[in-house]
């Protein structure tokens, strides 16, 4: 048995070679050998049945070559299957990793993993409608009033290529800027042409804290990546020779949070409150934080000393409303956010 084993194991040629000695040398013998050695008959050569027996040998040898040739191809085929099964095995966690990395940029961490959990068990084409109701989100809207007058789509920037090139430079800027811890709070939700639109207080742990503590913190974080972005934008001005402006419009309240799209899923905020912040930038000053009554009390409350009242505001489906600003630009280089020194590391 374990010589079977090892000769069916053995490569084709070595297989053959062996038959074919074994179906030339016992035939030989069967066929010249004196009968003596045999039979005890002294000077002559097998019979018949010696014949029939070395056809016998020969048929043997073609089956056992025909048998070695038909596992040496099984083996192979069972070879390139595994092979085959690897591969695809790797492709498949390789994709999945992908669709992994995708979401959880494309959408907030805590959504990320839902949507994660349900790709992994194979739910994600059965899933309902993802929404979520939040009491307390500050939006902000930050657009560059004069980039349109930049853009243009003549021979010297490439028919707009080259403006678009610099603007994903300024946005890709503002998105390092999340990459910081004190700014993991703030969570950006799309551009829309050439404003940025980012929120904070979407996260359920934040949410809790709100309620719980009245914390605003989330709040300030936002206020503190507004000047940030600021900075940010006068730094690439100086590289390009360029003269953007930033115009910002902060607002809070109760938000509808979901994802919207199934083979493209995209992450937004619904509600009055996302509304009136993108009203107050549309109808800001520039370089400057225009903001509604209730959350500049807040930000005052919050220690923020250089938010003045601006006075009644026509604001586009809302009427007149009272608003308050503050300047984007820093007023010293002690560490103060608006007039108010940053304290956002514990956050």
């Not at 809302?318 to 820093?330: A, E, I």
Request: aromatic content about 8%.
């Amino acid at each position: 048995m374990i010589s079977t084993v090892v000769f069916v194991r053995l490569h084709s040629l070595i297989k053959t070679a062996f038959l074919f000695c074994a179906a030339v040398v016992f035939p030989t013998i069967f066929l010249y050998a004196e009968r003596c050695v045999f039979l005890g008959n002294e000077g002559c050569l097998l019979e018949d049945d010696n014949v029939l027996t070395a056809v016998e040998i020969v048929i043997l040898f073609l089956v056992l070559y025909i048998l070695a040739r038909q596992v040496e191809y099984n083996l192979k085929i069972d070879r390139l299957w595994k092979l085959t099964s690897l591969r695809e095995k790797e492709e498949m966690t390789t994709l999945e990793d992908v669709n992994v990395w995708l979401l959880q940029n494309m959408l907030p961490q805590h959504i990320a993993q839902h949507f994660t959990a349900l790709l992994q068990s194979g739910e994600m084409d059965t899933a309902e409608l993802y929404a979520e109701q939040h009491d307390n989100v500050a939006v902000l809207f930050a657009s560059i009033p004069n980039f349109s007058e930049f853009y243009n789509e003549d021979d010297s920037s490439k028919e707009g290529i080259e403006c678009i090139r610099l603007l994903n430079e300024i946005i890709g800027d503002f998105d390092e800027l999340l990459l910081k811890p004190r700014l993991s709070v703030v969570e950006k939700i799309k551009t829309i042409g050439s404003t940025y639109m980012a929120g904070s207080g979407l996260y359920p742990d934040r949410r809790r804290m709100v309620r719980k503590e009245n914390n605003w913190n989330h709040l300030y974080a936002l206020i503190d990546f507004a000047m940030m972005m600021n900075d940010r934008l006068q730094t690439i001005n100086k590289h390009s020779f360029q003269n953007f402006k930033l115009r910002i419009g902060i607002n809070h309240g109760p938000v509808v949070a979901g994802v919207i799209g199934a083979t493209k899923p995209q992450y937004d905020i619904w509600g009055n409150t996302v509304n009136v912040a993108s009203r107050m930038d549309s109808t800001a000053e520039i370089e400057t934080i225009q903001m509604t009554e209730a959350t500049a009390e807040i930000l005052i409350q919050g220690g923020f000393k250089k938010i003045t009242e601006r006075g009644l505001i026509d604001v586009k489906g809302k009427g007149k409303l009272r608003t308050f600003h503050m300047p984007l630009k820093r007023q010293d280089v002690s560490g103060d956010v608006g007039g108010r020194r940053a304290t956002l590391e514990n956050i």
